[in-house]
């Protein structure tokens, strides 16, 4: 049993507070390896922003519990070394059980989701309430989000063929049942590279899927009934169309790509989204730069001189997301 403080982790208490009352949103990264996590870092601390390390029940088999734990430490000891002490948060995405929550806040995550989005709404209330029970109660309170409304596309082992936008009438008694930190809802965000179907969609000049907007009218309903509460927005990649031509450029084949548009992620940070999941966008940098450097350097075969320009990628990619979309810069 390890608990985050020993790992010199933070819960998201405090950091959602300031992001609600800031007008900013805290990034929520990904990761499942090490390349990831240093660029995630290096990025937020020369930028000074607070940072949640999110890790789904896919990269936690990926990559082993305890190694994710010690990246974690690893990575608190690195900021320093680096000159900047910043916030860090682990972070459970779409946990599933009350079990792998658990287990995480027995590893040492300092905040746990439990996705219970695809339930019956009672059922969905239960386990949340199990889950928040468990969590408030260590010794050192870890901070738990919860779901409401179902988001398109793939969450893990939970796939969804179409969205169900959040019922701005249930948020109140969920909010209230449950005891939840945050609240992920769905208001049009969708997991992975393809949040559209090209029929949802219209085209620009140059033949580029244009998405429908983001419904900002249920998230303000869902602000009136619980104002100031912190909100999460998943499906939050904007999917960089350089990215995309890169990768087909050297390759890939990724048809049909579209993201959530920058100006519509630098909206929602301004309202009570205060928690913002990128994961598919690191995935296409990191996918661009390996293809490319396969392409053109074939005689290269050292690991390094292959994910370490992807991991530079990475970092920039996070730098912009932090200055210039969720506004998490300078917030450390
Ligand atoms: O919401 C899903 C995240 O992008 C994690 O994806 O389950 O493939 O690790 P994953
Ligand atoms: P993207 O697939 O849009 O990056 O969303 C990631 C996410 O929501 C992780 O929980
Ligand atoms: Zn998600």
């Known amino acids: ?51 949640i390390l999110q890790v789904s029940s896919g990269a936690r088999k990926y990559a082993n519990q305890h190694i994710l734990k010690n990246m974690a430490k690893g990575v608190v000891e690195y900021a320093h070394e680096l000159g900047y002490d910043i916030p860090i948060v682990l972070h459970l995405d779409h946990g599933d059980s009350f079990e792998l929550c658990k287990d995480c806040i027995e590893t040492g995550f300092s905040s746990v989701m439990i996705d219970g989005s695809h339930l019956p709404y009672d059922e969905n209330v239960a386990l949340t309430r199990k889950v928040v ?10 901070t738990v989000e919860g779901e409401l409304g179902v988001l398109a596309g793939v969450e893990d082992d939970v796939s969804a063929e179409h969205s169900h936008y959040t019922q701005p009438e249930e948020v109140i008694d969920f909010v209230g049942k449950t005891k ?75 048809t049909d790509s579209v993201g959530i548009p920058e100006e519509q992620l630098r909206k929602a940070a301004k309202s009570a989204v205060c928690k913002i999941n990128i994961d598919s966008d690191g995935r296409l940098a990191m996918t661009a730069i390996v293809r490319k450097i396969l392409v053109e350097k074939p005689e290269e075969f050292d690991p390094r001189k292959i994910l370490g320009p992807a991991r530079d990628e990475l970092k920039k990619l996070y730098m912009h997301k932090n200055q210039n979309v969720l506004g998490s810069a300078g917030r450390a």
């Open 1 to 51: 049993m390890t608990s985050y403080t020993e790992l010199g982790l933070v819960n998201t208490k405090k950091l959602f507070e300031k992001a609600v009352s800031g007008g900013y949103a805290i990034p929520a990264y990904n990761f499942n390896n090490m390349e990831q996590i240093q660029a995630i870092i290096q990025a937020c601390v020369e930028t000074k922003s607070p940072v």
């Open 133 to 142: 029970d468990f969590a408030h109660s260590q010794k050192d309170y870890v």
């Open 180 to 254: 939840v930190d945050s609240l992920a809802i769905s208001i049009g965000t969708s997991h992975g590279r393809a949040k559209f179907k090209p029929e949802q969609c219209t085209r620009d000049a140059n033949g580029i899927l244009i998405p429908p907007p983001l419904r900002f009218d249920i998230l303000e309903e869902i602000e009136k009934k619980i104002p100031g509460f912190p909100i999460v927005l998943h499906g939050s990649s904007s999917v960089p169309i350089e990215y995309v031509h890169m990768i087909e450029k050297y390759g890939g084949k990724l």
